[in-house]
């Protein structure tokens, strides 16, 4: 009977250390799938933090051309009418509308 009791018990512990066995693997599977993602994360918040500084300036230069735009504006409305040359047909030059309000 003790025989018995040892065999089983024997059985136990190899289906135990199978177990432990198959779980170190999901371990080490699962460490790599983790890494793999961290370096992905990584990659994508490099790509994020690059699209938002182009954005950043896309959006400076678009700001500067709408402020030229204005300047080109508001010095031509300014402007004395004999500057901007003589208007054929009667029609007044000065005072076009502006592009941007």
Known sequence: MENTKLTKLEEVVDKLIEQLKGLKNDKKMLQTTLQSREDEIKTLETRVAELNDRQDKISERVDNLIN???????????????????????????????LFT
């Open 68 to 98: 030229s735009i204005e300047d080109w504006e508001n010095s031509s409305d300014s402007a004395p009418a004999e500057e901007s040359g003589g208007s054929e047909g009667g029609e007044d030059q000065g005072n076009s509308a502006p």
